[in-house]
Nanobody, 117 residues
Framework: EVKVVESGGDLVQTGGSLRLSCAASGFTFDDYDIGWFRQAPGKEREGLSCIRHSDGSTYHAYSVKGRFTISRDCAKSTVFLQMNSLKPEDTAVYYC??????????WGKGMLVTVSS
């Protein structure tokens, strides 16, 4: 069974940092891209960052570029999202995702990150 499980969400003050983790299981980690998304209250889900399985290259959305960094530990089948210089507008539920179409798209349950002003 394919699973991605997030951890590391917390309450942090403006300007602080958090590192989120996404532990993957049930598939060959190196075969698929993994990404981070978030959904703030009253807003649509937003794609933040992605790391490609083929070469480890990364993509970051404009809204987080320069503040967030995605990385991976292939030995541990885990993807990380280092978040620095956090702002209140970063408050959201954060999700990990692996798109394995045509077989399926798999989401974690999500976890809350709250940035206090």
């Amino acid at each position: 069974e394919v699973k991605v499980v997030e951890s590391g969400g917390d309450l942090v003050q403006t300007g602080g940092s958090l590192r989120l983790s996404c532990a993957a299981s049930g598939f060959t980690f190196d075969d698929y891209d993994i990404g981070w998304f978030r959904q703030a209250p009253g807003k649509e889900r937003e794609g933040l960052s992605c790391i490609r399985h083929s070469d480890g290259s990364t993509y970051h959305a404009y809204s987080v570029k320069g503040r967030f960094t995605i990385s991976r530990d292939c030995a541990k089948s885990t993807v990380f999202l280092q978040m620095n210089s956090l702002k209140p507008e970063d408050t959201a539920v954060y999700y990990c995702n692996t798109d394995q179409r045509p077989f399926g798209t798999y989401w974690g349950k999500g976890m809350l990150v709250t940035v206090s002003s």
